[in-house]
């Protein structure tokens, strides 16, 4: 039965742990929730003291396959038996090869391109920035407010989603230049989308590119096609449409950060394909290993020209790891796609179907199995629900239901991609009992 609540939350043996990792762990992780994880087994969890929930977070969006699959745990087994490590930085094997010419035949973009390996989502992006600059001799980047691309210090240059997250950590990258992104629930020109053309792009092309930067200093726009810290905000096609087209127009890559929103998990291999838009570099990490450190750069290969030496990574595609990712893409593409597809839709009904019964909901967002939930005080002046958003994610779990928050104020579905049509009527069922609680207390 999932769930199954046998104890208070935290139990006594989770409790015992977590009071241990305050003494020896760095603070500056963000736990939601005292979910202390025992095994886990598709779209469900147990946790130590024998909890089971149903996971519609997934590591944070990572265990695309779900918990374990056979298929996923299999190839690692075996991997293993073999060898752990040999440095792709410094040595040749089949399994890093293998999985280039894979992403080479799923990459978001024609023609032939080639992949460095790191080891996180990161780590994928630093490599971008670096080629991006390397590629085109320019230094600058823009990037958007509410993206999140990374914690290192180049990726946080970019990450423009808390406050948090880059103080005391400056100065940055410098070059960096942040444009608003297109949030249609919370327009900054007050456009309703069915209207919209993306008029928030005018801000980089008449004020930015004339006040702030030259165009022609530009190396890169970076890019999360869906927004996933930020708060799973979905854009108007036309803001990834004519994004490319500007940078075409002045002689800038466009870098695709489908960290989160890659892997199937928008009902598409990439989300970015939902807008027939191809990028020049795209970075991957999260759902392609299954829960194993992986990050790639994929770029066009005309780009991808920097002598040995100049940028590489000892752990980065690691032969587990790679194993990992081409039973993980195997899987995506003979069924998990179109399963987040299909299971996204009827996840995405009943969630919008709960907006007539809860004023807390303010907006439902999302592609596939990438789903957002705004919620707010007032809906006609758009109030964020801060507090109350912590208290949902918190009723949610004590129900057996494991949910993350996403930007401010909202909450974000990002299940396993196995998780079955059943399983999605029963995370609205509980969502709409944890909302109910957080009600009935305002």
Same mark, same amino acid.
């Given at each position: ?20 990792? =305050? ?14 994880? *025992?095994?886990?087994? &598709? ?6 003291? &024998? ?11 990572? +265990? ?41 035949? #799923? !990459?978001?973009?024609? &023609? ?6 790191? +080891? ?30 990374? /914690? ?10 808390? =406050? ?32 919209? =053309? ?5 801000? #980089? ?27 799973? #905000? ?65 770029? /066009? ?16 595609? +690691? ?14 593409? *003979?069924?998990?796609?179109? +399963? ?9 009904? &009943?969630?919008?179907?709960?907006? !007539? ?19 707010? /005080? ?48 029963? !995370?609205?069922?509980?969502?709409? *009992? ?9």
């Amino acid at each position: 039965m999932v769930p199954s609540i046998r104890t208070s939350l935290p139990g006594p043996k989770a409790k015992a742990i977590i009071e241990r990792d =305050a003494a020896v762990v760095s603070p500056s992780y963000t736990r939601g929730y005292p979910l202390v994880i *025992e095994r886990g087994s &598709g779209a469900t969890v147990e946790d130590v003291d &024998g909890n089971v929930f149903l996971d519609c977070a997934a590591g944070i969006a990572v +265990n695309s396959t779900g918990h374990s699959h056979p298929d996923v745990v299999r190839a690692i087994t075996d991997q293993a038996q073999r060898f752990l490590h040999m440095s792709g930085t410094d040595f040749y094997y089949d399994l890093q090869v293998r999985l280039a010419e894979e992403l080479a035949t #799923i !990459a978001p973009m024609r &023609g032939p391109v080639k992949s460095f390996f790191g +080891n996180s989502g990161t780590e994928a992006i630093e490599a971008c920035l670096k080629l991006a600059r390397y590629a085109t001799g320019r230094q600058n980047f823009i990037a958007f407010l509410g993206g999140f691309h990374g /914690r290192t210090m180049g990726s946080l240059s970019l990450t423009a989603s808390k =406050a948090v997250q880059r103080r005391g950590f400056g100065p940055l990258l410098p070059g960096v230049f942040h444009a608003p992104y297109a949030d249609c629930y919370r327009c900054s020109l007050g456009l309703k989308p069915e209207t919209c =053309a993306a008029e928030c792009l005018d801000v #980089i092309e008449n004020q930015m590119l004339l006040q702030l930067v030259s165009p022609d200093s530009v190396a890169a726009v970076v890019v999360e096609p869906i927004q996933g810290e930020g708060g799973y #905000i979905v854009p108007p096609d036309q803001f990834l449409q004519r994004l490319r087209a500007l940078t075409k127009t002045h002689g800038m890559l466009l870098v695709v950060d489908e960290v989160q929103s890659g892997m199937g998990r928008s009902g598409k291999m990439f989300a970015i394909e939902h807008v027939n838009v191809e990028p020049d570099i795209v970075a991957i990490a999260k759902g392609i290993a299954s829960g194993l450190p992986l990050g790639v750069a994929v770029a /066009r290969s005309e780009l991808m020209t920097w002598p040995p030496g100049a940028h590489a990574s000892t752990f980065g595609g +690691n032969p587990v790891a790679c194993a990992a990712a081409l039973a993980t893409i195997t899987l995506l593409k *003979e069924q998990l796609v179109a +399963n987040a597809a299909t299971v996204g839709t009827r996840l995405m009904d &009943g969630l919008k179907a709960l907006a !007539a019964k809860h004023p807390l909901i303010g907006d439902v967002r999302g592609r596939g199995l990438m789903i957002g939930v705004e919620l707010v /005080r007032d809906r006609q002046t758009k109030e964020r629900a801060t507090t109350e958003r912590d208290a949902v994610v918190k009723a949610a779990f004590s129900k057996g239901l494991l949910v993350l928050g996403a930007g401010k104020n909202a909450i974000r579905f990002s299940p396993p991609l196995v998780l079955t049509k059943e399983q999605a009527d029963t !995370a609205v069922r509980l969502f709409d *009992e944890a909302l109910t609680d957080v009600d009935s207390r305002r």
